[in-house]
């Protein structure tokens, strides 16, 4: 089925390379069993290297200085999550994002300022999307604890300037946070270079299998954070009266795990690797290129008119047909898009805009599949 399709719904999920496939099968083939220092067997051994390489590689990829700093989750969602709960911040503590973030770097700070009184605040972006550096200066004040930001955004690709914020952060002494959930699966990310203090992102939109996602976090910022899930596995020892935490990763990662999707994580990070990150980011720029040239008559394009400036994002807007409609309408030509908010809705609420259609872009996307879906606005709207 999926050989027929042109799939341009990679900003949710990514299709999956076969040799992840088979990681993942392995796993249930060869050692169905329990990772981790629990049990000792022979079959938890091979599976307790198979998650550490998969940690190594992650670490390898975002050159983090130890494996150790690389927390799995669920997804982006938890890592982002964790940190809302783990932090400790209270009232007097403001958390500053974007006004373009996704649901998951706005709802837990919603939820911790009706819990815990923090003050959330949102730095407005520019009319064309791209940040907005002078907003973002005179949003910063001592009360800002922790700095919590998109980098590469799903709803029109543009990209933040991850270094500069985190600069000016940590000139009020507060902590940075990058979502990283559509920057580290299209172009190289270097926390240490970016000198991000937490980096979140999801393999599965990295070719890697559904259900694992990331936290990195400098050392000193993981202590200070307390696990979201804590139970087996999370501790060094526990009485009835107290309990003594593993150091991280071990802390965070309570219970047992997604084995098998740990299993593929190593196999999708080898595979970016092999194509290469400054490719992929250039290959996802040409064909956006494309469909600005080719579309550009017909649709209004939601953000920057330069496709330099969207990475792999082409989200659209037709004034005659509603941005669901047109999903339906491609997908009849087997080409799978996203129409709706994107889960950013308070930027769409706060500009009365009802959505677009998302088409966007990866590694095994060709020219060709950008010139069919193309030529289908040319049927459609002469
Ligand atoms: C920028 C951004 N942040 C966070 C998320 C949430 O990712 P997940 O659903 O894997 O938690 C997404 C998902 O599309 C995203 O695009």
Redesign the pocket.
């Known amino acids: 089925m999926l050989d027929k399709i042109t799939y341009f719904d990679n ?2 999920m990514t299709l999956k390379p076969y040799q992840v496939i088979e990681a993942v099968n392995e796993y249930y083939e060869k050692y169905p069993v329990c990772g981790g220092s629990r049990s000792q067997h022979r079959l938890s051994n091979i599976l307790g290297r198979k998650i550490e390489e998969g940690r190594e590689a992650i670490s390898e990829l975002i050159g983090a200085e130890r494996k150790e700093q690389i927390v799995f989750t ?7 999550n964790l940190v809302a709960k783990g932090l400790g911040l209270g009232k007097g503590d403001t958390v500053l994002t974007t006004d373009k ?5 706005t709802v837990p700070w919603i939820l911790l300022r009706d819990d815990k009184g923090i003050k959330f605040d949102q730095v407005k972006t520019n009319d064309d999307g791209t940040f907005n550096l002078e907003n973002f200066k005179e949003s910063m004040n001592q009360s800002v604890e922790l700095v919590s930001m ?5 709803l029109d690709g543009t990209t933040t300037p991850a270094k500069e914020i985190g600069e000016i952060a940590h000139d009020y002494d507060a902590l940075f946070l990058l ?1 990283g ?2 920057s580290v699966p299209h172009k190289p990310v270097d926390v240490q270079d970016l000198d991000v203090d937490l980096l ?1 992102f ?1 393999v ?2 990295m070719l890697g299998p559904t259900g694992v ?1 990331v936290l990195y976090g400098k050392e000193e910022v993981l202590e200070r954070l307390t696990p979201l899930s804590a139970g087996g596995g999370s501790v060094k020892d526990s009485t009835y009266d107290s309990i003594t935490l593993k150091d991280a990763p071990g802390k965070f990662e309570g219970g047992l795990q997604n084995y098998s999707a740990l299993c593929g994580i190593k196999p999708a990070v080898d595979y970016l690797l092999d194509v290469g990150l400054e490719d992929i980011e250039q290959h996802e720029i040409e064909l956006n290129r494309l469909a600005t040239e080719l579309l550009e008559d017909k649709v209004e394009v939601i953000g920057p008119h330069d496709p330099e400036k969207r990475s792999g994002i082409f989200n659209f807007r037709v004034k005659v047909l509603g941005c669901h409609e047109i999903t339906v309408l491609l997908e009849e030509q087997d080409i799978i898009t996203r129409g709706g908010m ?2 950013v809705h308070p930027w769409h609420r706060t500009r009365g805009e009802l959505g677009g259609t998302r088409a966007s872009f990866y590694l095994y996307n060709t020219e060709e599949e950008v010139k069919k879906f193309a030529q289908i606005f040319d049927d459609l709207l002469g």
Not at 101 to 105: D, I, L, M
């Open positions: 900003a949710c669920k997804n982006t969602t938890e890592a982002v973030e996704h649901n998951s770097n998109i980098h590469t955004s799903n979502d959930a559509q979140a999801s599965h939109k996602g994107h889960c």
